[in-house]
């Protein structure tokens, strides 16, 4: 059954993915790439023409704004999304592909007849006969992750300005740039944004309010060798590259890998080798819920790097490990008024709220940690980063059913 949203969702959804705006985690400005930009001057001109007060685009690449409260005393709340698309998978010309009524079969994908999306490959789509899907064409992945967020803070936004009898405080939008790789919240955005508590829209099936995520860490590993020329290299050459796949054989294989764990197990990704024979850098991330974890996750690291450096004494071998964001039940645990709010929302909007942990972070991790309590909520998105990436038009509804219902139990 259609809802009063649908099609506003859809509109600005379809509208929003086919805007290249995907991030670069190589890149040393912020945003890390323009085009994050056009997405985020458009978000302007849209709050502009509905009536949003307080609407300004960051010299840090964030658009915020103001829907202005309708009682006082109401605390400030937050809705947050991300306009950055993810650097795993092609994310340029993305064409958008609205399935009405879907069959419950399989979905195929004009640009990639190979492909096909089915209950098989996606159990959740078997849930979603009658429903209105949204896919890519096949070559890219849709950018559901995370502009299907910001096209229902958006329709909530837009229903509060539109319908002043609803009763909430004031309520401060914040659309981020390169969240997908860790770089969305700025050091001046808790200030600016100036709320009591916020929510991203950045999560998975209807239902679900997300209030634990990893902890995470990032590595980089410089390998300097000693280069000579090949044909007179015996005894004098060290090959970088050589040495980084050893690191990189040492490192956990059938254990502590992304493709090895699951639940409440971390990880260490290798990410990128780059380099040649004289200088080469390995690229990792590390996962884990709990500190002590990760902790021992990058002394493992430290400790294959020393290994491998002592076997070849004229090499360099640097590792360093950067922080980029905490477990952020380590904070609202302390205060579960936020989670307790947004749950109540969820049956509000004839839900049942379901809690696990993320196994991944949002700009939500980084803000609950600089002092911004703020949990993620469902907005549908499924078999995100690459081509089977999709989303129910009707889950994002019941999204935008919680955000007005958020709005409204806020302020009683």
Known sequence: MRSEFDTELEE????YAAIDSQSDASSVTSPSTDIQLNMSRLLVDELQMMGAQD?????YGVVLATIPATVEGAPIMGWCAHVDTAPQFNATGV??????????????FADAPELKLSPENSPYLSEKQGEDIITASGLTLLGGDDKAGVAIA??????????????????????????????GVDARLPADLGVDFAYTFDGGKPGEIEFETFSADGAVIKI????????FAKGKMVNALHLASKIIMTLPQVTMTPDTTEGLDGFIHVGALDGTSTEAEITLILRDFEREGLTAK???LRQICAVVAATEPRAEIICEITPQYRNMRYWLEQDMTPVDLVRAAVCDAGMEPASIPIRGGTDGSRLTEM??????VFTGMQEIHG????????DMALATQVAIALAKRAAT
């Open 12 to 15: 600005r959804l379809v509208r």
């Open 55 to 59: 609407v300004v685009l960051t010299d």
């Open 95 to 108: 064409k958008p592909v609205v399935h009405r009524g879907y069959n419950g079969g399989g979905i195929t």
């Open 154 to 183: 958006m329709t909530a936004a837009r229903h509060l300005l539109e319908n002043p009898d609803i009763k909430h405080g004031a309520i401060r939008l914040a659309f981020t740039p390169d969240e997908e790789i860790g770089r």
């Open 224 to 231: 300097k060798g000693v280069s000579a020329h090949p044909g």
């Open 298 to 300: 990058g002394d493992l």
């Open 371 to 376: 002092g911004v309590p703020c949990p993620n």
């Open 387 to 394: 081509p089977l990436e999709w989303i129910s038009v009707q």
